[in-house]
């Protein structure tokens, strides 16, 4: 460790007591109501903190219950068929998070008799399961003292300490690893964790942090310099692609046609309607690129009809403008593939299949169609 780190890290016996104890003290007023709080189950405490990643705790609330509602056990989770997973995880993104949690049930139940592993290290050999995620399960559910490092504590952390270099560099994270255990008490290290992550969350916030109601401020080595609003480092700023695509809802007899996004795809196991990169300049241009890609895509034929509707919306380092065409079946047959489905799905079942984002606003206006016009 050098000079410099060595200097950052430094908390005396007592200024660890004083955070400690503060914090502490602040959460057991401050510490929100949340569903997955009420319960030290490590199943439940490994669902959400799997949710929670890049997802906002207001959103997570209502998916949790839902999830746990129908998959309440690790034996549940992992007899459930792949596509009633991802339906229930539909709209939270980040798709991956959800397969990953399926396959690492069913680790569990193979390798580990239905139980999780109290260890981090046997933790961090389940699929999905980084080392935050280990030490929030090993500490929340289980007690151990394990540090835990994620968003708000990176950006708590780095403000206790002022550290002015680059959280997202590895000399950084590990930094703020060693500081995480460093912190961390010989007891109530589940409530310390939760109460560091509330911390971060509630009152030392990204851009105007709460100093004024901050329990741990006669701590806080950023607010003593007055560093507070520039510390972390602001992250370069993300530059964008745009993109231009097309959708197509061909319509056979009241069904549509749906393709499952392969393996190697943006959202690899749901479905949604042939979509694909368009090329042409000019309406007619685009319509004859529209229609042969269809037919590559599908094996169908279409006549293609009105656009629909446009629709805006970011995936990754990705800006899509996506044109929703409606379309007739012509001729030809559903071409099938060997790594993922496709096929015609009534309109009343749509609601059966995990669709991703887009498709599913282009399911709920597609469904629209059809209750306001007896054309569908
Ligand atoms: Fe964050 Fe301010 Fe508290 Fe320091 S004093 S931890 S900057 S809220």
Redesign the pocket.
Do not use: S
């Given at each position: 460790m050098s000079a410099a780190t060595d200097r950052t890290t430094r908390f005396t016996p007592a200024q660890k007591q004083q955070l400690r104890r503060r914090l502490l003290a602040w959460y057991e007023s401050h510490a929100r109501d949340l569903p997955w709080r009420r319960s030290s189950d490590p199943y439940q405490v490994w669902i959400s903190e799997v949710m929670l990643q890049q997802t906002q705790v207001a959103t997570v609330r209502d998916y949790f219950e839902r999830f746990i509602r129908k998959l309440p056990t690790v034996e549940r989770l992992a007899a459930a068929d792949e596509q009633d997973v991802l339906r229930l995880w539909e709209g939270l993104g980040y798709y991956r998070r959800a397969r990953q949690l399926h396959a690492a049930a069913r680790q569990i139940v193979s390798q580990h008799n239905g139980e999780l592993p109290e260890d981090v290290e046997a933790l961090k050999s389940l699929p999905g399961i980084g080392r935050y995620t280990a030490g929030a399960i090993a500490s929340i559910a289980f007690g151990r003292r394990a540090p835990i490092l994620e968003a708000n504590t990176i950006?708590?952390l780095s403000?206790?300490i002022a550290y002015r270099g680059d959280v997202t560099k590895s000399e950084g994270q590990r930094l703020l690893w060693q500081v995480a255990e460093e912190i961390l008490p010989r007891e109530n290290v589940a409530r310390f964790n939760q109460a560091l992550m509330e911390?971060?969350s509630l009152?030392?916030?990204p851009s105007e942090?709460?100093?004024d109601?901050?329990?741990?401020?006669p701590v806080?080595a950023?607010?003593s310099a007055n560093l507070?609003h520039v510390?972390p480092r602001a992250k370069p700023k993300q530059t964008f692609t745009q993109l231009h695509e097309a959708a197509v809802v061909v319509r056979k007899n009241g069904s549509v046609l749906l393709r499952q996004c392969g393996p190697s795809e943006r959202w690899a196991g749901l479905w949604d309607f042939p979509r694909f990169a368009v090329e042409g300049e000019g309406p007619l241009f685009a319509q004859q690129e529209i229609v042969a890609k269809v037919r590559d895509q599908t094996g169908v034929t279409c006549a293609l009809g009105t656009l629909l509707k446009t629709l805006k919306h970011g995936v990754t380092r990705y800006r899509i403008i996506l044109d929703c065409y409606r379309a007739e079946f012509v001729g030809g047959r559903v071409k099938p593939r060997s790594d993922a489905g496709i096929c015609w799905v009534a309109l009343p079942q749509l609601g059966d299949y995990p669709l991703n984002a887009t498709g599913r606003r282009i399911a709920s206006f597609t469904e629209l169609a059809r209750v306001q016009s007896t054309d569908y």
């Open positions: 950006r708590l403000r206790l911390l971060g009152v030392c916030t942090p709460h100093c109601e901050c329990p741990v401020r806080c950023a607010n507070q510390i």
